[in-house]
């Protein structure tokens, strides 16, 4: 079965940085997306940042300029790179791929989450 199982996660002061990373594992064709969503207490989960295949990233304006995303084909794996933390960073993030399963069987697999707390 399509696992994927995060890495990283804390507690980080404000303004500071942390890296989380995702590896997806199991029986599988193709990954077309991989990224991070978070979920913060009373809020709706929300992207954070995403990347095709071919190397295409999409951002939530919130983390434009602070996250940067990389995945690595080859391992089956997507990092996010956070720095300049503030409060409002902290969430459960999840880990996201849309896998292709077998021959046009798409499937979304997400992470159980890893939480990422920034406070003093």
């Known amino acids: 079965q399509v696992q994927l199982a995060e890495s990283g996660g804390g507690l980080v002061q404000p303004g500071g940085s942390l890296s989380i990373s995702c590896k997806v594992s199991g029986t599988l064709f193709n990954i077309y997306v991989m990224g991070w969503y978070r979920q913060a207490p009373g809020q709706e989960r929300e992207l954070v940042a995403t990347?095709?295949?071919?190397?295409?990233?999409k951002y939530a304006d919130s983390v434009k300029g602070r996250f940067s995303i990389a995945r690595d084909n080859t391992e089956n794996t997507v990092e996010l790179q956070m720095r300049s933390l503030n409060p409002d960073d902290t969430a459960v993030y999840y880990c996201?791929?849309?896998?292709?399963?077998?021959?046009?069987?798409?499937?979304?697999?997400w992470g159980r989450g890893t939480v990422v707390a920034v406070s003093s």
């Open positions: 990347v095709t295949k071919s190397g295409i990233t």
């Open positions: 996201y791929a849309a896998v292709e399963i077998a021959v046009f069987k798409p499937e979304d697999f």
